[in-house]
């Protein structure tokens, strides 16, 4: 009996384990793999728009002053008295009184509407009529010196008249400069507003309505059935009365 029992032990110790260890596999086995993390792509942020600067201008009156300062004291210093006498001079004469009632009356209001806003060309414009115009009027008087005036009026008006059209020629560069830089202004939005990227707008979840709560159930009033008139019963007839019997007359 011994020696079985050894046997036994010994056997029980020696022999393999082919299932799994009590403990690990139940741990092993509640173990569940978890999916990884989604991770929300990064929107690269959108590029600011490129800013677009206006044109500084500079005074319109810087242009055109100087040369309507010299225009304003040539013409007002000339003396009409030693040219001949004549029609000429006294086209002259009328001629040198509206170039002078523009110089002090009508052009510093438009200039200083001008510099107000010197890169708005619907401010220079006007300004530039105004001195179409007036150089058409001195060309008239320098005209009429040439025929009727000295030579060195002629010489001074003739200066002042140059001094006038190279003013004209600045103010019309000015205007096309500043159409031009409008223009590229314009293209440059353009061409930014395109070249940003659509605004995405995040999506709200989906707000559940709740159900309409419904109408509390009207309860059916049962109309009382109208109560019958009581129908009385039909009068008794009074009993007859039995009518008296004819009197029988005795036979004779």
Do not use: F
């Not at 173990?31 to 490129?50: C, E, G, K, Y």
């Not at 055109?64 to 009409?80: C, I, M, R, S, Y």
């Not at 000429?88 to 209001?109: F, K, W, Y």
């Not at 220079?124 to 000295?150: F, Q, S």
Request: charge should be positive; include cysteine; charged fraction near 20%.
């Amino acid at each position: 009996m011994p020696i079985l029992r050894a046997a036994l032990v010994l056997a029980m110790v020696c022999a393999p384990l082919t299932g799994p260890v009590p403990g690990y596999a139940g741990q092993a086995a509640g173990v569940t793999a978890q999916p990884a993390p989604v991770v929300a792509p990064v929107q690269a942020p959108s590029p600011a728009p490129a800013t677009v600067k206006a044109p500084v201008a500079a005074p319109v009156s810087g242009l055109v002053q100087p040369a309507l300062d010299a225009l304003e004291k040539t013409v007002g210093g000339a003396n009409l008295d030693k040219w001949k006498r004549g029609t000429i001079r006294d086209e002259a004469a009328a001629n040198v009184h509206r170039i002078m009632n523009d110089l002090q009356s009508t052009l510093p209001g438009l200039l200083k509407e001008a510099d107000a806003a010197p890169s708005r060309v619907s401010k220079i414009l006007p300004v530039a009529r105004n001195m179409d115009a007036l150089y058409d009027v001195v060309l008239r008087v320098v005209d009429g010196a040439r025929v009727a005036g000295t030579g060195d009026q002629v010489d001074a008006l003739t200066q002042a008249m140059n001094n006038l059209e190279k003013a004209r020629q600045a103010l019309a560069d000015r205007q096309v400069d500043l159409a031009a830089a409008q223009e590229k202004q314009i293209v440059d939005l353009q061409v930014a507003l395109k070249t940003q990227p659509a605004p995405v707008c995040p999506v709200a979840a989906p707000v559940e309505s709740k159900p309409a709560a419904p109408a509390a159930a009207k309860k059916a009033v049962k109309k009382k059935p109208a109560a019958k008139p009581a129908v009385k019963p039909p009068a008794t007839p009074p009993a007859a009365t039995p009518a008296p019997a004819p009197a029988v007359k005795p036979s004779s």
